[in-house]
Protein backbone atom coordinates (compact mmCIF):
# COMPACT_ATOMS: atom_id res chain seq x y z
CA UNK A 1 0.00 0.00 0.00
CA UNK A 2 1.17 3.67 -1.06
CA UNK A 3 2.05 5.93 1.50
CA UNK A 4 0.76 9.19 -0.02
CA UNK A 5 -1.43 10.95 1.02
CA UNK A 6 -4.68 11.12 -0.49
CA UNK A 7 -6.65 14.19 -2.29
CA UNK A 8 -9.17 15.93 -0.81
CA UNK A 9 -10.81 16.29 -4.51
CA UNK A 10 -12.65 13.19 -5.10
CA UNK A 11 -12.39 13.55 -9.13
CA UNK A 12 -10.11 11.26 -10.72
CA UNK A 13 -6.86 13.50 -12.37
CA UNK A 14 -6.66 10.66 -15.45
CA UNK A 15 -10.90 9.83 -16.56
CA UNK A 16 -12.63 12.83 -13.93
CA UNK A 17 -14.82 9.68 -12.71
CA UNK A 18 -15.74 9.97 -8.91
CA UNK A 19 -13.91 8.22 -6.64
CA UNK A 20 -15.20 7.18 -3.09
CA UNK A 21 -12.17 5.11 -1.87
CA UNK A 22 -8.22 5.20 -2.54
CA UNK A 23 -8.88 3.51 -6.09
CA UNK A 24 -10.21 4.93 -9.20
CA UNK A 25 -13.22 2.53 -9.82
CA UNK A 26 -13.36 3.48 -13.55
CA UNK A 27 -9.54 3.17 -14.55
CA UNK A 28 -7.79 2.25 -11.25
CA UNK A 29 -5.59 5.23 -10.98
CA UNK A 30 -4.34 5.57 -7.27
CA UNK A 31 -6.53 9.20 -6.16
CA UNK A 32 -2.84 10.67 -4.73
CA UNK A 33 -1.40 13.88 -4.62
CA UNK A 34 0.58 14.18 -8.04
CA UNK A 35 3.22 16.83 -6.72
CA UNK A 36 5.58 15.02 -4.06
CA UNK A 37 8.46 15.64 -2.26
CA UNK A 38 12.00 14.64 -2.70
CA UNK A 39 11.53 11.65 -0.10
CA UNK A 40 8.30 11.28 -1.32
CA UNK A 41 9.66 10.58 -4.69
CA UNK A 42 12.65 8.30 -3.56
CA UNK A 43 10.01 5.86 -1.47
CA UNK A 44 7.69 5.71 -4.55
CA UNK A 45 10.76 4.39 -6.45
CA UNK A 46 12.18 2.29 -4.30
CA UNK A 47 9.14 0.77 -4.05
CA UNK A 48 8.09 0.49 -8.06
CA UNK A 49 12.21 -1.17 -8.58
CA UNK A 50 10.97 -3.94 -5.26
CA UNK A 51 8.64 -4.53 -6.95
CA UNK A 52 9.81 -4.89 -10.87
CA UNK A 53 12.95 -7.02 -9.38
CA UNK A 54 10.77 -9.15 -7.39
CA UNK A 55 8.37 -9.85 -10.69
CA UNK A 56 11.57 -9.91 -12.55
CA UNK A 57 13.80 -12.36 -11.00
CA UNK A 58 10.44 -14.71 -10.42
CA UNK A 59 9.83 -14.47 -14.31
CA UNK A 60 13.41 -15.30 -15.25
CA UNK A 61 13.68 -18.28 -12.37
CA UNK A 62 10.75 -19.85 -13.82
CA UNK A 63 11.19 -19.16 -17.33
CA UNK A 64 14.71 -20.67 -17.23
CA UNK A 65 13.96 -23.40 -14.76
CA UNK A 66 10.64 -24.42 -15.30
CA UNK A 67 9.52 -25.10 -18.93
CA UNK A 68 6.00 -23.43 -20.08
CA UNK A 69 5.38 -22.76 -16.24
CA UNK A 70 4.75 -18.95 -17.40
CA UNK A 71 2.87 -19.68 -20.15
CA UNK A 72 0.68 -21.69 -18.02
CA UNK A 73 0.24 -19.04 -15.32
CA UNK A 74 -0.34 -16.75 -17.97
CA UNK A 75 -2.86 -18.33 -19.79
CA UNK A 76 -4.34 -19.11 -16.47
CA UNK A 77 -4.58 -15.62 -15.10
CA UNK A 78 -2.20 -15.13 -12.96
CA UNK A 79 -0.45 -12.03 -14.67
CA UNK A 80 0.15 -9.22 -11.94
CA UNK A 81 3.33 -12.06 -10.22
CA UNK A 82 5.37 -12.03 -14.21
CA UNK A 83 6.42 -9.69 -16.80
CA UNK A 84 4.27 -9.67 -19.19
CA UNK A 85 5.38 -12.03 -22.01
CA UNK A 86 5.82 -8.75 -24.89
CA UNK A 87 7.35 -6.72 -22.31
CA UNK A 88 9.24 -9.83 -21.25
CA UNK A 89 10.84 -10.51 -24.69
CA UNK A 90 11.34 -6.79 -25.70
CA UNK A 91 13.58 -6.69 -22.98
CA UNK A 92 15.77 -9.67 -23.34
CA UNK A 93 16.47 -8.69 -26.44
CA UNK A 94 17.21 -5.42 -26.08
CA UNK A 95 19.44 -6.29 -23.08
CA UNK A 96 21.05 -9.52 -25.49
CA UNK A 97 21.98 -7.76 -28.81
CA UNK A 98 22.94 -3.92 -26.98
CA UNK A 99 25.36 -6.23 -25.11
CA UNK A 100 26.48 -8.09 -28.17
CA UNK A 101 27.29 -5.14 -29.73
CA UNK A 102 29.05 -2.81 -27.14
CA UNK A 103 31.02 -5.82 -25.13
CA UNK A 104 34.88 -6.06 -27.45
CA UNK A 105 36.79 -8.97 -27.50
CA UNK A 106 39.13 -8.75 -24.84
CA UNK A 107 41.05 -12.96 -25.50
CA UNK A 108 44.38 -12.83 -23.95
CA UNK A 109 47.15 -14.19 -26.79
CA UNK A 110 48.99 -16.49 -25.30
CA UNK A 111 52.29 -14.55 -26.03
CA UNK A 112 50.94 -11.34 -23.92
CA UNK A 113 50.31 -13.80 -21.14
CA UNK A 114 53.78 -14.88 -21.05
CA UNK A 115 55.02 -11.50 -20.86
CA UNK A 116 52.39 -10.28 -18.39
CA UNK A 117 53.59 -12.94 -16.19
CA UNK A 118 57.41 -12.38 -16.93
CA UNK A 119 56.64 -8.68 -15.79
CA UNK A 120 54.22 -9.81 -12.96
CA UNK A 121 55.41 -8.24 -9.33
CA UNK A 122 53.63 -11.24 -7.83
CA UNK A 123 56.14 -13.99 -9.73
CA UNK A 124 59.00 -14.74 -7.47
CA UNK A 125 62.63 -13.41 -8.97
CA UNK A 126 63.19 -18.06 -9.33
CA UNK A 127 60.25 -17.69 -11.44
CA UNK A 128 61.06 -14.68 -13.98
CA UNK A 129 64.88 -16.57 -13.53
CA UNK A 130 63.84 -19.86 -14.83
CA UNK A 131 61.31 -18.04 -17.21
CA UNK A 132 64.18 -15.91 -18.67
CA UNK A 133 66.61 -19.17 -18.41
CA UNK A 134 63.80 -21.05 -20.71
CA UNK A 135 63.85 -18.31 -23.23
CA UNK A 136 67.07 -18.19 -23.49
CA UNK A 137 67.46 -21.37 -24.83
CA UNK A 138 64.60 -21.18 -26.76
CA UNK A 139 66.63 -18.43 -28.62
CA UNK A 140 70.00 -20.28 -28.72
CA UNK A 141 67.63 -23.22 -30.44
CA UNK A 142 66.28 -20.99 -33.23
CA UNK A 143 69.95 -19.55 -33.94
CA UNK A 144 71.44 -23.43 -34.16
CA UNK A 145 68.30 -23.99 -36.53
CA UNK A 146 67.47 -20.76 -38.34
CA UNK A 147 65.72 -20.96 -41.28
CA UNK A 148 64.68 -24.31 -41.88
CA UNK A 149 61.75 -24.95 -39.39
CA UNK A 150 60.88 -21.48 -39.86
CA UNK A 151 60.73 -21.82 -43.45
CA UNK A 152 58.52 -24.39 -43.26
CA UNK A 153 56.18 -23.62 -40.59
CA UNK A 154 55.80 -20.16 -42.98
CA UNK A 155 55.34 -21.97 -45.89
CA UNK A 156 52.93 -24.63 -44.72
CA UNK A 157 50.97 -21.49 -43.36
CA UNK A 158 50.93 -19.95 -46.44
CA UNK A 159 49.87 -22.94 -48.53
CA UNK A 160 47.17 -23.51 -46.00
CA UNK A 161 45.64 -19.85 -46.57
CA UNK A 162 45.92 -20.03 -50.38
CA UNK A 163 44.34 -23.43 -50.55
CA UNK A 164 41.66 -21.90 -47.65
CA UNK A 165 40.84 -18.65 -50.21
CA UNK A 166 40.83 -20.85 -53.21
CA UNK A 167 37.94 -22.95 -52.33
CA UNK A 168 36.38 -19.88 -50.76
CA UNK A 169 36.64 -17.86 -54.36
CA UNK A 170 35.55 -20.87 -55.98
CA UNK A 171 32.54 -21.16 -53.92
CA UNK A 172 31.79 -17.54 -54.50
CA UNK A 173 32.17 -17.75 -58.39
CA UNK A 174 30.13 -20.57 -58.27
CA UNK A 175 33.04 -22.92 -59.60
CA UNK A 176 33.70 -20.20 -62.65
CA UNK A 177 37.46 -19.36 -63.51
CA UNK A 178 36.71 -15.93 -65.35
CA UNK A 179 33.87 -13.96 -66.31
CA UNK A 180 35.25 -14.60 -70.00
CA UNK A 181 34.45 -18.31 -69.49
CA UNK A 182 30.86 -18.00 -68.55
CA UNK A 183 30.51 -15.38 -71.44
CA UNK A 184 32.25 -17.94 -73.79
CA UNK A 185 29.92 -20.85 -72.49
CA UNK A 186 26.75 -18.49 -72.92
CA UNK A 187 27.73 -18.08 -76.67
CA UNK A 188 29.23 -21.77 -77.62
CA UNK A 189 28.47 -24.40 -74.79
CA UNK A 190 25.35 -26.47 -75.21
CA UNK A 191 21.61 -25.50 -74.07
CA UNK A 192 22.40 -27.49 -70.78
CA UNK A 193 25.35 -25.57 -70.16
CA UNK A 194 24.22 -22.28 -70.57
CA UNK A 195 22.87 -20.47 -67.53
CA UNK A 196 19.03 -18.13 -67.85
CA UNK A 197 18.85 -14.86 -66.99
CA UNK A 198 18.48 -14.72 -63.25
CA UNK A 199 21.62 -17.20 -63.15
CA UNK A 200 23.89 -15.25 -65.45
CA UNK A 201 23.10 -12.06 -63.61
CA UNK A 202 23.96 -13.75 -60.54
CA UNK A 203 27.40 -15.35 -61.47
CA UNK A 204 28.40 -11.65 -63.07
CA UNK A 205 27.15 -9.94 -59.71
CA UNK A 206 29.37 -12.89 -58.19
CA UNK A 207 32.46 -11.82 -60.06
CA UNK A 208 32.20 -7.85 -59.54
CA UNK A 209 31.66 -8.27 -55.85
CA UNK A 210 35.32 -10.78 -55.75
CA UNK A 211 36.80 -8.58 -57.92
CA UNK A 212 36.25 -5.37 -55.88
CA UNK A 213 36.42 -7.23 -51.89
CA UNK A 214 38.63 -9.80 -50.50
CA UNK A 215 37.86 -13.08 -49.39
CA UNK A 216 38.21 -12.09 -45.18
CA UNK A 217 36.14 -8.64 -46.88
CA UNK A 218 33.82 -10.83 -47.93
CA UNK A 219 33.51 -13.54 -44.89
CA UNK A 220 33.78 -10.41 -42.42
CA UNK A 221 30.94 -8.44 -43.96
CA UNK A 222 28.60 -11.58 -43.74
CA UNK A 223 29.55 -11.85 -39.81
CA UNK A 224 28.55 -8.58 -39.56
CA UNK A 225 25.35 -8.97 -41.53
CA UNK A 226 24.48 -12.43 -39.36
CA UNK A 227 24.53 -9.79 -36.71
CA UNK A 228 22.36 -7.32 -37.82
CA UNK A 229 19.90 -8.94 -39.44
CA UNK A 230 19.49 -12.18 -36.52
CA UNK A 231 17.64 -9.73 -34.44
CA UNK A 232 14.89 -9.30 -37.33
CA UNK A 233 15.51 -12.86 -38.46
CA UNK A 234 14.12 -14.01 -34.71
CA UNK A 235 11.24 -11.02 -34.68
CA UNK A 236 9.62 -12.29 -38.00
CA UNK A 237 9.76 -15.65 -37.52
CA UNK A 238 7.51 -15.82 -34.41
CA UNK A 239 4.23 -15.41 -35.99
CA UNK A 240 5.10 -18.64 -38.10
CA UNK A 241 6.45 -20.66 -35.63
CA UNK A 242 3.28 -19.80 -33.55
CA UNK A 243 1.41 -20.96 -37.18
CA UNK A 244 3.03 -23.90 -37.03
CA UNK A 245 2.19 -24.55 -33.44
CA UNK A 246 -1.41 -24.40 -34.48
CA UNK A 247 -1.40 -26.71 -37.22
CA UNK A 248 -0.05 -29.48 -35.33
CA UNK A 249 -2.97 -28.67 -32.01
CA UNK A 250 -6.38 -28.57 -31.66
CA UNK A 251 -8.26 -25.66 -33.49
CA UNK A 252 -11.15 -26.30 -30.63
CA UNK A 253 -9.16 -26.24 -27.46
CA UNK A 254 -6.51 -23.94 -28.48
CA UNK A 255 -6.50 -20.46 -30.11
CA UNK A 256 -3.29 -18.80 -32.05
CA UNK A 257 -2.91 -16.60 -29.34
CA UNK A 258 -2.05 -19.64 -26.88
CA UNK A 259 0.23 -20.68 -29.25
CA UNK A 260 1.95 -17.03 -29.77
CA UNK A 261 2.27 -16.55 -25.89
CA UNK A 262 3.87 -20.11 -25.69
CA UNK A 263 6.16 -18.69 -28.81
CA UNK A 264 6.84 -15.82 -26.56
CA UNK A 265 8.25 -17.08 -23.82
CA UNK A 266 10.18 -19.91 -25.41
CA UNK A 267 11.88 -16.80 -27.89
CA UNK A 268 12.76 -15.57 -24.64
CA UNK A 269 14.33 -18.42 -23.26
CA UNK A 270 16.74 -18.91 -26.15
CA UNK A 271 17.94 -15.13 -26.06
CA UNK A 272 18.21 -15.79 -22.67
CA UNK A 273 20.99 -18.80 -22.79
CA UNK A 274 22.23 -17.26 -25.94
CA UNK A 275 23.11 -13.94 -23.55
CA UNK A 276 24.61 -16.35 -20.92
CA UNK A 277 26.95 -18.03 -23.36
CA UNK A 278 28.10 -15.31 -24.28
CA UNK A 279 28.82 -13.06 -21.15
CA UNK A 280 30.44 -16.48 -20.15
CA UNK A 281 32.85 -16.51 -23.16
CA UNK A 282 33.47 -12.26 -22.57
CA UNK A 283 34.03 -13.63 -18.47
CA UNK A 284 36.67 -16.54 -19.33
CA UNK A 285 38.43 -14.14 -21.92
CA UNK A 286 39.11 -11.66 -19.30
CA UNK A 287 41.92 -14.30 -18.11
CA UNK A 288 44.86 -16.35 -19.48
CA UNK A 289 44.05 -19.43 -20.58
CA UNK A 290 44.39 -22.85 -18.91
CA UNK A 291 43.04 -25.87 -18.52
CA UNK A 292 40.77 -25.51 -15.23
CA UNK A 293 38.89 -22.46 -17.26
CA UNK A 294 38.92 -23.91 -20.41
CA UNK A 295 37.27 -27.09 -18.48
CA UNK A 296 34.98 -24.93 -17.02
CA UNK A 297 34.15 -22.39 -19.98
CA UNK A 298 33.27 -26.08 -22.10
CA UNK A 299 31.38 -27.53 -19.52
CA UNK A 300 29.05 -24.43 -19.26
CA UNK A 301 28.74 -24.34 -23.08
CA UNK A 302 28.02 -28.30 -23.12
CA UNK A 303 25.36 -28.02 -20.97
CA UNK A 304 23.84 -24.82 -21.61
CA UNK A 305 23.28 -25.93 -25.26
CA UNK A 306 21.98 -28.75 -24.38
CA UNK A 307 19.38 -27.41 -22.39
CA UNK A 308 18.56 -25.20 -25.26
CA UNK A 309 17.64 -28.18 -27.26
CA UNK A 310 15.81 -30.01 -25.01
CA UNK A 311 13.97 -27.56 -23.16
CA UNK A 312 11.20 -27.17 -25.97
CA UNK A 313 10.30 -31.22 -25.47
CA UNK A 314 9.05 -31.00 -21.61
CA UNK A 315 7.68 -27.51 -22.36
CA UNK A 316 5.16 -28.70 -25.13
CA UNK A 317 4.59 -31.90 -22.88
CA UNK A 318 3.68 -29.60 -19.84
CA UNK A 319 2.07 -27.12 -21.84
CA UNK A 320 -0.64 -28.87 -24.25
CA UNK A 321 -0.68 -31.58 -21.90
CA UNK A 322 -0.55 -34.81 -24.43
CA UNK A 323 0.90 -38.37 -23.70
CA UNK A 324 4.94 -37.80 -23.56
CA UNK A 325 5.15 -40.30 -26.78
CA UNK A 326 2.43 -38.07 -28.94
CA UNK A 327 4.41 -35.04 -27.68
CA UNK A 328 7.84 -35.75 -28.97
CA UNK A 329 6.37 -36.94 -32.06
CA UNK A 330 5.16 -33.67 -32.44
CA UNK A 331 7.90 -31.80 -31.09
CA UNK A 332 10.36 -33.47 -33.26
CA UNK A 333 8.65 -32.73 -36.47
CA UNK A 334 8.09 -29.29 -35.25
CA UNK A 335 11.72 -29.21 -34.26
CA UNK A 336 12.92 -30.22 -38.32
CA UNK A 337 10.54 -28.04 -40.01
CA UNK A 338 11.59 -25.27 -37.85
CA UNK A 339 15.17 -25.99 -38.32
CA UNK A 340 15.18 -26.57 -42.45
CA UNK A 341 13.00 -22.95 -42.77
CA UNK A 342 15.54 -21.03 -40.38
CA UNK A 343 18.81 -22.25 -42.28
CA UNK A 344 16.60 -21.37 -45.60
CA UNK A 345 16.23 -17.74 -43.41
CA UNK A 346 19.84 -17.63 -43.12
CA UNK A 347 20.89 -18.59 -46.40
CA UNK A 348 18.35 -16.10 -48.37
CA UNK A 349 20.08 -13.43 -45.66
CA UNK A 350 23.51 -14.49 -46.54
CA UNK A 351 22.72 -14.42 -50.39
CA UNK A 352 21.32 -10.84 -49.78
CA UNK A 353 24.17 -9.54 -48.00
CA UNK A 354 26.70 -11.36 -50.62
CA UNK A 355 24.96 -9.51 -53.72
CA UNK A 356 24.74 -6.08 -51.25
CA UNK A 357 28.14 -5.81 -51.00
CA UNK A 358 30.47 -2.59 -52.81
Request: charged share 25%.
Amino acid sequence: MSRHNTRTDKTCLNCRHVVQDRFCPNCGQENIESRKTFYELFVHFFEDLTHYENAFWRTIRNLLLKPASLTIEYLSGKRLSYLAPVRLYIFISFVTFFLISVIPDVRLDDSNSKQNDTNSPRLSKTTIYKKELENSQEISLMIDKPSSRKDETTQSTSVDQDKKNKEYQDLFQFGYKSMQEVDSIQKYGSTEDRLDSFEYWLVKKAFEVTSKSSTEEIIEKFKESFARNFPKTIFLYMPIFAFFLWLFQSKKRWYYFDHGIFTLHYFSFLLLIGLSIFLCRKLFSLFSSNYLLDTIENIFDFAAIIWMFYYFFPAHHRFYGESRLVSALKSIALFIINVIIIMMLQIFFAIYTFLNIH
